[in-house]
């Protein structure tokens, strides 16, 4: 059984910044890339940053320079760090991490979501 823990999410003026962390947890082998994604009311599912084992990162286009992909990997926790949100920044933030377990079977999964609301 794998868990993905996030938090960070609530409330931000436009132009500040937030800070969300995801830890994974359970029977994990290895953990191959993990990464953030976003779902605003009415929208698709986006990727926003990702960050592999090995390897750059990338982000969408929207939140290059503003937002900031990294991972622990003792702590198989990755975090994105936002800066100078906009309100269109407005969505629910996922966390998914593509591992493989002590089973030695490789899957993603996704955590629950939280919360990125960007208003004055």
């Known amino acids: 059984q794998v868990q993905l823990v996030e938090s960070g999410g609530g409330l931000v003026q436009p132009g500040g910044p937030l800070r969300l962390s995801c830890a994974a947890s359970g029977t994990i082998y290895s953990i191959n890339a993990m990464g953030w994604y976003r779902q605003a009311p009415g929208k698709e599912r986006e990727l926003v940053a990702r960050?592999?084992?090995?390897?750059?990162?990338n982000y969408a286009d929207s939140v290059k320079g503003r937002f900031t992909i990294s991972r622990d990997n003792a702590k198989n926790t990755v975090y994105l760090q936002m800066n100078s949100l906009k309100p269109e920044d407005t969505a629910v933030y996922y966390c998914k991490a593509d591992l493989m377990t002590t089973g030695r079977i490789r899957r993603y999964y996704w955590g629950q979501g939280t919360q990125v609301t960007v208003s004055s």
């Open positions: 960050i592999p084992s090995a390897g750059s990162t």
